[in-house]
């Protein structure tokens, strides 16, 4: 078979389904998956209740699990995770009907056999007793699910991958984890102090007992409604109370009413707890609280002893308070960023109402200011912490980075150079001994406005306990407020007033220039975050400026890793790890916690999104996280540290990555590098061996939320709705884009989305290239191609669809470009050169539209390309309209020389010469709207004189050629003259000579297309809106014999498009338009009769072809039973809403294609093009050669018609309308050269061989039909007089020549004859046959000038092989 294309105005195509599949709307506030294919096509394949999403999804065994935050996929009922089976296309909810929140990401574990989901739920559906939280275990074989051996995590699960051996799950997210303090092996020589000041209860541990609680004189603190009883309305009273539960030291709430207690104190706190005392005064007490943490009203989950035993439990929003009079209070402690206060709502009670004893708000270990003043008394304390400083000191007030608060601190100023320092010491009141992690709290220099001037500080603690101090160096350059690690290990406070000290002055080795001499030293608070009451480990101090965390860190955050293999046992990665079970990512975790700032409040928003093992010693993380020393949002670990990448990161979130040999590839929302060096809009690649950022293209205008990989092209998946080429050009993808990695540029993604696209996965575990999608989708089509798309056998008989790889744009440059992209075409064409009816506006054309082209075989590379022509431009250059397009790798390359500016409609190959014609214009080329290039040469013919209009610019719409090697091409459209010669709308041009001659002399006005008739193809027909000695016709006949026109019957308006059947005269189709709409009628050699089609007003009809069948169907009266009439343009109709071609047998219409343009809006087919010249409705019994293609279309009274699709596009190959045009252009080999192998002429030979052509030469040419003889068979022309009926009388004789007759030749092609084989010849290509040199063949048939059929006798073997390789 040829090669086939199809080209027109439109972003995406799909064979037209009668249920109106391809062009139907889709809900967009459901999430929609799809199946994309190995050739990017999708097909939909279920749907999430509205409000829904998808975002994750694995394969394991002969089921796909698809996971997000959905109650309901295709009216199955599941939650938030879902199965389902491809071979049946169903969906299934798993055991319980899934879990109970939304799932993040999944995990497929094929040598387990299970699945493994993570993401910001409890458990399952059912009940998720026993589950931690956020990860839960899925077995397919018993359809249950279980807890992972850790129990699950403390916070949302993001990312679930394997490492690199599959040894064990790594997990990324938001989510703290504690592992067990300290070495294996004990310290002796600490000795720990017991502070008989801490209170005592069963309600509390020696860890909680351990906080020192805030003092809360001069926080805000109400309550209410309060009780009016004498003595039981002041909530102060129970803040430290003094007595005995009774008035004075005891609050009630009024009498059978919720109450509500809210402490603000309006600046930052580490609060770990709340401690309550239950008042028995009277009877009355409180039996159920929550607590919301302020300012991010958040229900705090709380962990608390069950008092009198070891059970440790949870609660949240109801949470029991002991009414055991024995408990004197009890300690709740929960995991919070940085607050400024609590709500307690207090909603159950005993007796009359609610009450309290004791309320206090507990830290996460002990505090001081370096403001005195700030220093209250802690309740139980022998004496408030305090501070005292060493020369001098200036109090400041300043922001804090929590809106609405404020924090005092010291400032001092010290000379650059001074072997002196000013100092402050902090004695801070430590409750008890244990396990401390130590932090200075640096004020951010932006807030204070002293970046420059800020320095490094040496931070010296005194653990007691007889240990040595431990000196520290900081920085204290950090841009925002830092909690900076100084310490970590065992603390003992001395006695009597329990207090530990720590000094701050001015590093040994500053750093910093200082402004005006003088550095700037910070003083505010320090913290002392308790771990363990354990004290048998050796302290560290943080060893660096930078605070980075060491093996002996205890938290860690976003990275947990588990075992497959070996996994410990009773392990809760909720509560305290055992420290047996870390691993080297262990240590990331720890790097993460201490890098964010080492507390729970630095950590608030990061999260890891993204894990990517790279090697056993090397891990990628990215997500949304800035350290303190400026690594942002991605990192490595590596050699058992985490690093930044180059440039210190990116600018902005990661939300997913995917690795390609040494290329990591990174999409997210961000537009560079985080030190703003390197450009890179959403997407970059990383060279890992290099360490080195690269762009892809100019990037994407939106946020990419996922990235897959398929045969070497990336799949990048978002809320974008532009590739960019550059800063100033740009390619239109609606949330799908892929990205050839060989190559280096944004190509086809396969299908057209409109909406948002927010996943992309492997549809398998084979290495199959089909991919599952999702997002939320509005309209779809199953192919996306920016103008073109090529079509060829596919499987089970159905057309193959290839869009067009590369990607076309629809920007330009100058103003006068810009503005032809926003009309329609004819709009801005000429004006019209007839005075009647004026041909109907076309389609809208915004570019990218291609609206023609031609195949054609690069001699010196033997490849055959696709030149295209149209109206766009080639991004990242500056071809417009005119272009090269190879399909074996991709690319779009212009021609070498000036570029065209302006649209270009027809083009044609005779030779080596290509024929260009639309509206435009091109420097050095006298003119405008038709040029010639030299393919061969590489040169535009600067020496053809050009075309005028009687005003404005001339316009080109049909270029046409007698045969290949033809001396004379026709040229029509809308024009006054060519080269001075006076040729109203047509003209002929000899190339050679460089002359024109015109058509006769009464006819001309705007010709859309020509077409040809007669046995001989004698006859020309002129179809538009025609001017003919002073009358307006729309169709026109024109022969050479006498060189007159005559018009051809009456038809309502201006023909659009016109198709010949057979090249009988008395059988002709036209489309047009009228003021009423559009019409199409059927000439039967005498008159014109309307042809009553379904179709609506608004449908512009550009193309009329009669196409073969494969099968027969019933004939009709005005249609052969071997054939139908394809119909093309942009139409819409009573029994369906949009098509852009359609079939009809002569009593029925069939929608065939389907077109849209990136919006959704309606697009059209303008051509069609191919490889070969011409077609025959017969059948020939020559099969061999696989040329058929076999196309279902399902009818409305249930009949199936078998179309050869191949044999539809031969006929638009010969009978090309000026949409259709071109054909593979050959150049006889010279005897002294070998010939390449023209493989790409195979399927050209293979037709014309197998399925036969005329032994007279025939006509080809662009945007006609082409007339072929075949005397094998009776002439179906109709009779001399019928169609001198039609053309007037006028019809050429056989055998008379001039420039628009056949050259007839005697040679017979059927032969028979001898011949040998000069050179071998590999003969690999479809229906070729092998060659050796000196090789005995017959030559079966010779009409192709460049491939023969031939046969070896000795192994009856047949096929065809060069001519040029025979003697």
């Given amino acids: 078979?040829?090669?086939?294309?199809?080209?027109?105005?439109?972003?995406?195509?799909?064979?037209?389904?009668?249920?109106?599949?391809?062009?139907?709307?889709?809900?967009?506030?459901?999430?929609?998956?799809?199946?994309?294919?190995?050739?990017?096509?999708?097909?939909?394949?279920?749907?999430?209740?509205?409000?829904?999403?998808?975002?994750?999804?694995?394969?394991?065994?002969?089921?796909?699990?698809?996971?997000?935050?959905?109650?309901?996929?295709?009216?199955?009922?599941?939650?938030?995770?879902?199965?389902y089976n491809p071979s049946t296309s169903k969906f299934t909810a798993l055991a319980g009907g899934g879990l109970d929140g939304a799932v993040e990401a999944i995990y497929c574990d094929s040598s387990s056999k299970s699945v493994w989901a993570g993401g910001a739920f409890h458990g399952p559906?059912?009940?998720?007793?026993?589950?931690?939280?956020?990860?839960?275990?899925?077995?397919?074989?018993?359809?249950?699910?279980?807890?992972?051996?850790?129990g699950g995590l403390s916070g949302p699960v993001m990312s679930i991958v394997s490492n690199t051996d599959s040894s064990s799950l790594l997990f990324g997210g938001s989510f703290l984890t504690s592992y067990q303090s300290g070495s294996t092996t004990p310290n002796n020589n600490v000795t720990s102090v017991s502070n008989p000041n801490v209170p005592q209860s069963s309600g509390s541990t020696p860890f909680s007992s351990s906080l020192v609680p805030f003092p809360l004189g001069g926080a805000e603190i109400t309550a209410g409604p309060s009780s009016s009883r004498a003595g039981l309305g002041d909530i102060n009273a129970i803040l430290c109370p003094s007595g005995e539960d009774g008035p004075g030291s005891t609050w009630f709430g009024r009498e059978g009413s919720y109450n509500t207690i809210i402490i603000r104190n309006f600046q930052a706190m580490t609060a770990r707890g709340i401690r309550l005392g239950n008042t028995f005064f009277d009877g009355q007490s409180t039996s159920v609280f929550c607590v919301t943490s302020i300012p991010d009203n958040r229900v705090l989950t709380l962990r608390y002893n069950v008092p009198g035993s070891s059970e440790t439990r949870t609660c949240s929003d109801e949470c029991p308070l002991s009414t055991d009079p024995s408990v004197a209070f009890q300690d709740f402690v929960f995991e919070a960023d940085s607050i400024t206060g609590v709500l307690i709502n207090l909603k159950e009670w005993a007796k009359d109402g609610v009450g309290l004893h004791l309320l206090q708000l507990l830290s996460d270990g002990?505090?001081?200011?370096?403001?005195?003043?700030?220093?209250?008394?802690?309740?139980?304390?022998?004496?408030?912490?305090?501070?005292?400083?060493?020369?001098?000191?200036?109090?400041?007030?300043?922001?804090?980075?929590?809106?609405?608060?404020?924090?005092?601190?010291?400032?001092?100023?010290?000379?650059?150079?001074?072997?002196?320092?000013?100092?402050?010491?902090?004695?801070?009141?430590?409750?008890?001994?244990?396990?401390?992690?130590?932090?200075?709290?640096?004020?951010?220099?932006?807030?204070?406005?002293?970046?420059?001037?800020?320095t490094s500080v040496d931070v010296t603690i005194n653990p007691g306990g007889s240990m040595s101090p431990i000196t520290t160096t900081v920085s204290e350059q950090n841009p925002q407020d830092a909690e900076v690690l100084v310490y970590k290990g065992p603390l003992v406070p001395s006695t009597p007033d329990y207090t530990i000290t720590v000094r701050l002055a001015l590093a040994a080795n500053p750093t910093g220039q200082g402004v005006g001499g003088q550095y700037t030293l910070v003083a505010g608070r320090v913290m002392m975050k308790l771990i363990s009451t354990d004290t048998s480990s050796n302290g560290t101090s943080t060893g660096g400026s930078n605070g980075t965390a060491t093996s002996n860190s205890r938290r860690g955050f976003g990275i947990y890793e588990w075992p497959l293999r070996n996994s410990p046992s009773n392990v809760n990665a909720t509560g305290i790890i055992p420290n047996e079970t870390e691993t080297s990512l262990t240590t990331a975790a720890f790097n993460l916690y201490s890098g964010l700032g080492n507390s729970t409040s630095s950590v608030s928003g990061a999260r890891i999104e993204s894990i990517v093992p790279y090697t056993s010693d090397k891990t990628f993380l990215g997500g949304r996280f800035t350290l303190r020393d400026g690594t942002a949002n991605i990192a490595q670990f590596t050699s058992g540290a985490l690093s930044a990448l180059a440039n210190q990161g990116l600018n902005g979130v990661v939300s997913s990555m995917v690795l390609y040999g040494s290329t990591l590839f990174v999409g997210g929302s961000f537009n560079s590098t985080a030190d703003n060096s390197v450009s890179l809009r959403n997407i970059a690649a990383y060279n890992v061996g290099s360490?080195?950022?690269?762009?892809?293209?100019?990037?994407?205008?939106?946020?990419?939320?996922?990235?897959?990989?398929?045969?070497?092209?990336?799949?990048?998946?978002?809320?974008?709705?532009?590739?960019?080429?550059?800063?100033?050009?740009?390619?239109?993808?609606?949330?799908?884009?892929?990205?050839?990695?060989a190559g280096g540029r944004w190509t086809n993604s396969g299908g057209l989305l409109v909406g948002k696209i927010s996943s992309v996965f492997n549809a398998t575990t084979s290495n199959d290239n089909k991919q599952y999608i999702s997002g939320s989708i509005s309209m779809y089509l199953k192919y996306g191609a920016d103008g073109a798309a090529s079509i060829s056998n596919g499987e089970s008989g159905q057309p193959a669809i290839t869009p067009l790889g590369a990607r076309l744009d629809g920007s330009t440059v100058s103003?006068?470009?810009?503005?032809?992209?926003?009309?329609?075409?004819?709009?801005?064409?000429?004006?019209?050169?007839?005075?009647?009816?004026?041909?109907?506006?076309?389609?809208?054309?915004?570019?990218?539209?291609?609206?023609?082209?031609?195949?054609?075989?690069?001699?010196?590379?033997?490849?055959?390309?696709?030149?295209?022509?149209?109206?766009?431009?080639?991004?990242?250059?500056?071809?417009?309209?005119?272009?090269?397009?190879?399909?074996?790798?991709?690319?779009?390359?212009?021609?070498?020389?000036?570029?065209?500016?302006?649209?270009?409609?027809?083009?044609?190959?005779?030779?080596?010469?290509?024929?260009?014609?639309?509206?435009?214009?091109?420097?050095?080329?006298?003119?405008?709207?038709?040029?010639?290039?030299?393919?061969?040469?590489?040169?535009?013919?600067?020496?053809?004189?050009?075309?005028?209009?009687?005003?404005?610019?001339?316009?080109v719409r049909s270029i046409t050629s007698i045969s290949d090697s033809s001396t004379t091409v026709i040229v029509a459209g809308s024009f006054a003259s060519a080269g001075g010669v006076q040729c109203n709308g047509i003209c002929a041009l000899d190339p050679n000579g460089r002359t024109w001659t015109a058509l006769g002399s009464n006819a001309g006005g705007d010709i859309e297309t020509v077409s040809y008739a007669g046995s001989n193809a004698e006859i020309l027909l002129a179809a538009g809106s025609l001017n003919l000695a002073g009358s307006t016709v729309y169709i026109a006949a024109y022969t050479s014999q006498n060189q007159s026109w005559t018009p051809v019957g009456t038809l309502p308006g201006p023909v659009t498009a016109l198709g010949v059947n057979d090249r009988n005269q008395s059988s002709l189709f036209a489309a047009g338009q009228t003021s009423s709409g559009a019409f199409v009628s059927h000439w039967d050699g005498s008159q014109w009769t309307s042809i009553d089609l379904p179709l609506s007003a608004s449908s512009n009809i550009t193309q009329l072809e009669l196409v073969p069948l494969q099968e027969d169907h019933e004939s009709k009266s005005i249609i052969?039973?071997?054939r139908m009439l394809w119909i093309s343009g942009s139409l819409s109709g009573s029994n369906f809403t949009r098509a852009s071609s359609a079939l009809y047998d002569g009593q029925n219409l069939y929608p065939y294609l389907v077109t849209s343009s990136a919006s959704g809006d309606a697009g059209s087919i303008s051509s069609f093009f191919h490889s070969f010249s011409t077609f025959d409705f017969n059948r020939r019994k020559f099969l061999a050669v696989g040329v058929v293609i076999l196309i279902s279309i399902a009818l409305g009274a249930g009949i199936v018609f078998l179309l050869g699709l191949i044999g539809i596009l031969w006929a638009l190959f010969s009978r090309r309308d000026d949409r259709s045009f071109g054909q593979d252009t050959v150049v006889e080999d010279d005897d002294s050269v070998r010939p390449s192998s023209l493989l790409a002429h195979v399927n050209a030979a293979a037709r014309n061989t197998i399925l036969g052509t005329p032994k007279n030469d025939y006509y080809v040419h662009k945007g006609e039909d082409t007339i072929v003889d075949d005397h094998a068979r009776p002439s179906t022309a109709g009779s001399q007089p019928a169609a001198a009926a039609m053309a007037g009388g006028a019809v050429t004789a056989a055998g008379e020549h001039n420039a628009l007759t056949p050259v007839t030749t005697t040679d017979e092609h059927d032969v028979n004859r001898p011949a040998h084989a000069r050179y071998s010849f590999d003969g690999t290509g479809e229906g070729e046959l092998p060659l050796t040199s000196g090789q005995q063949v017959v030559v079966l048939n010779d009409q192709d000038p460049t491939w023969w059929f031939v046969r070896d006798n000795a192994t009856q073997r047949e096929g065809i092989v060069p001519s040029a390789y025979l003697a």
Avoid at 11 to 25: F, K, N, R
Avoid at 53 to 74: K, N, P
Avoid at 718 to 737: D, E, P, Q, V, Y
Avoid at 930 to 941: E, P, T
């Fill in 691 to 741: 360490n080195q950022w690269s762009a892809l293209g100019g990037g994407l205008d939106g946020p990419v939320s996922s990235l897959g990989l398929s045969d070497g092209h990336l799949s990048v998946v978002g809320n974008f709705t532009r590739t960019l080429i550059t800063s100033s050009t740009a390619l239109n993808a609606a949330g799908l884009a892929s990205w050839n990695i």
């Fill in 366 to 454: 002990s505090f001081a200011s370096a403001v005195s003043s700030d220093n209250a008394s802690p309740c139980y304390a022998p004496g408030p912490s305090n501070a005292h400083a060493t020369g001098s000191w200036s109090q400041a007030t300043v922001n804090t980075d929590i809106p609405a608060t404020v924090q005092t601190v010291l400032t001092s100023n010290v000379a650059v150079g001074s072997t002196t320092s000013p100092s402050v010491t902090w004695n801070v009141y430590t409750s008890a001994s244990g396990q401390y992690e130590v932090y200075l709290i640096v004020p951010g220099c932006i807030n204070m406005q002293d970046c420059d001037s800020r």
């Fill in 125 to 150: 559906s059912s009940g998720a007793s026993g589950y931690s939280g956020s990860v839960a275990v899925y077995t397919p074989s018993s359809n249950s699910w279980a807890p992972p051996g850790f």
């Fill in 815 to 955: 103003t006068s470009e810009r503005k032809r992209w926003l009309l329609s075409l004819r709009d801005i064409l000429a004006p019209r050169q007839s005075a009647g009816t004026p041909l109907p506006d076309d389609e809208a054309a915004p570019a990218p539209s291609v609206l023609g082209g031609v195949f054609w075989t690069n001699t010196t590379t033997s490849r055959q390309v696709m030149i295209i022509g149209g109206n766009f431009t080639v991004p990242g250059t500056t071809t417009t309209s005119l272009a090269i397009y190879d399909p074996s790798d991709e690319s779009v390359v212009g021609l070498q020389g000036n570029q065209v500016d302006g649209v270009i409609r027809t083009l044609l190959i005779v030779g080596s010469k290509l024929f260009v014609g639309g509206e435009f214009t091109l420097q050095g080329v006298q003119g405008q709207s038709f040029a010639v290039y030299d393919l061969s040469s590489q040169l535009w013919d600067t020496g053809i004189s050009g075309l005028t209009a009687s005003s404005g610019q001339p316009v």
């Fill in 1 to 83: 078979m040829g090669k086939v294309a199809i080209a027109g105005s439109f972003a995406g195509l799909d064979l037209y389904s009668s249920d109106g599949g391809p062009s139907a709307s889709f809900d967009a506030t459901t999430s929609t998956i799809f199946l994309r294919s190995a050739d990017g096509g999708l097909s939909p394949i279920g749907s999430t209740n509205a409000g829904g999403s998808v975002v994750a999804g694995c394969s394991l065994g002969d089921s796909f699990y698809f996971a997000g935050s959905f109650s309901s996929v295709s009216g199955q009922n599941a939650a938030n995770i879902v199965s």
């Fill in 1120 to 1122: 052969e039973s071997n």
